[in-house]
């Protein structure tokens, strides 16, 4: 049987990579990556979005952040890096960060910075999904 590689959110494998500056470690996602079963990536600091940033979400085929800057070129930029990493590993599989403007899966926040979620996938989830690389979220 062969193990494919995994690619989990960053921030899930324990890694202060969030917006805040904070992880949102899952022992089992920490335990896959120490084990070399899965590679941790956080597309937006690929993409050259510093830590801690403001709070960005998406609206359409853009990212804003939460005082009006474009951050698409970022974005976009940072999926497609963490996506040649994933296929370079072999991965097939993700698991990402629920609710994301990047790693969201089947729904994201809105747009509004209130906490609302709309249908939608993050960036870098789509451009997984056209890549033929299963994605799941985690919490």
Partial sequence: MTLHMKIVSACLAGIPCRYDAKAKPRLDLIEMVEKGE?????PEELGGLGTPRP??????????TIGG????????????????????AGANH???????????????????????LKEGDGMFTEILRNADITVEERD
């Fill in 38 to 42: 899965a590679i941790a990536l956080c």
């Fill in 55 to 64: 709070p960005s979400e998406r609206i359409g085929d853009k990212v804003f």
């Fill in 69 to 88: 800057d474009d951050v698409t070129a970022q974005f976009f930029k940072g999926a497609h890096l963490a996506l040649e990493k994933a296929q370079s």
């Fill in 94 to 116: 993700a698991i990402l960060k629920s609710c994301s403007p990047m790693c969201g899966v089947g729904r994201i926040y809105d747009g509004s910075f209130n906490g609302s």
